[in-house]
């Protein structure tokens, strides 16, 4: 596909008009119209770490290997100094095998899952925040000029979000640079799809920002700060329990991205305030765009 001016920056782009992740459903609109519109496919993709069965995602279907990579990470199952020898999908089964060089035992950890609030049923599992206690998030410096930046960039990019909606996205950006961008019905799923990319090609997180279509939950929160990564934003809002964790961390959490509006509810001392507000075109408050979903 051509490069276009959006998508000029980016390292993996999404791909709204790719045949497996939506298809075309006929209806009847408002007027008693017929009408046929583009709905989000969603297919289950089983992961596996070496011998053990881990969990069933529900997800679009696209780069499945990263997104067991990344699970399997952000849940602390693949740990440091542990060697990942293969990743191994099967389309037909909806399987993803990854294998290690190290040995496989979390059946007490699977006990103790917990449902999050994210879409298609968001899982975690119960012991997921013991790894925040070790968590040393680096001190970078944000440029709010590039927070305005990369908000117009990432609404202006041909996505999945705007063509079909139901679904949420996630960046991973580089200063005012947006590089890579994964979509996913969940927003835990988009954001371990970047985790699994950044392991696969060994990705420094200290000078990073994500960048997220939907909610600043709990999981978004935690997944974030075990990346390494210490900046999280967002158009959307918060929870309580994700700022809570994101100000015990040190993360810095910015919602309400709008125009020229934002909110930082914590680690504030990374923004480096150097673009005047009255300059940036803002937008209605209640402006939704195609297809938004919160």
């Known amino acids: 596909m051509a ?15 790719a045949a497996r992740l939506t298809r075309a459903v006929e209806g009847v609109d408002h007027d008693g119209q017929i009408t046929r519109i583009s709905v989000v496919e969603e297919r289950p993709l089983t992961i596996f770490l070496n011998g053990q069965e881990i969990v069933t995602a529900m997800t ?17 199952m693949l740990r440091d100094g542990e060697t990942v020898e293969r990743v191994d999908y ?51 410096q944000v440029r709010t ?13 041909p996505s999945l979000y705007l063509e079909a909606g139901a679904i949420h996205g996630t960046v991973l950006c580089l200063g005012s640079r947006p590089l890579v961008y994964m979509e996913d019905v969940g927003r835990h799923n988009a954001v371990d799809k970047i985790a699994g990319w950044m392991l696969s090609e060994g990705v420094n997180a200290a000078d990073k920002l994500l960048y997220t279509t939907g909610r600043l939950t709990s999981e978004m929160v935690i997944k974030t700060a ?32 709008r125009g020229k509006r934002f909110v930082c509810l914590s680690g504030e001392h990374r923004l480096d ?4 507000p009255d300059q940036i075109t803002d937008e209605p408050r209640k402006s939704r765009r195609k297809g938004a979903q919160a």
Do not use: H
């Open 3 to 17: 490069k276009t001016d959006e998508l000029s920056d980016y390292l993996i782009a999404p791909d709204p008009g």
């Open 60 to 76: 679009i279907g696209d780069y499945p290997e990263y997104l067991a990579l990344g699970f399997l990470r952000n849940q602390g």
């Open 90 to 140: 099967d389309d037909d089964l909806e399987t993803v095998v990854v294998r290690t060089d190290g040995q496989t035992t979390y059946e007490e950890k699977l006990k103790k899952k917990t449902r999050t609030s994210g879409c298609a049923v968001g899982t975690v599992f119960g012991d997921m925040m013991e790894g925040l206690e070790d968590v040393s998030l680096p001190d970078l």
């Open 145 to 157: 000029s590039d927070l305005y930046t990369l908000a117009a960039k990432i609404n202006r990019t």
């Open 226 to 257: 075990l990346m390494g990564i210490p900046v999280l934003a967002s158009r959307s809002g918060f929870t309580a329990w994700g700022v809570e964790i994101a100000q015990e961390v040190g993360l810095t959490l910015i919602g309400r991205m």
């Open 273 to 276: 305030r150097d673009a005047d």
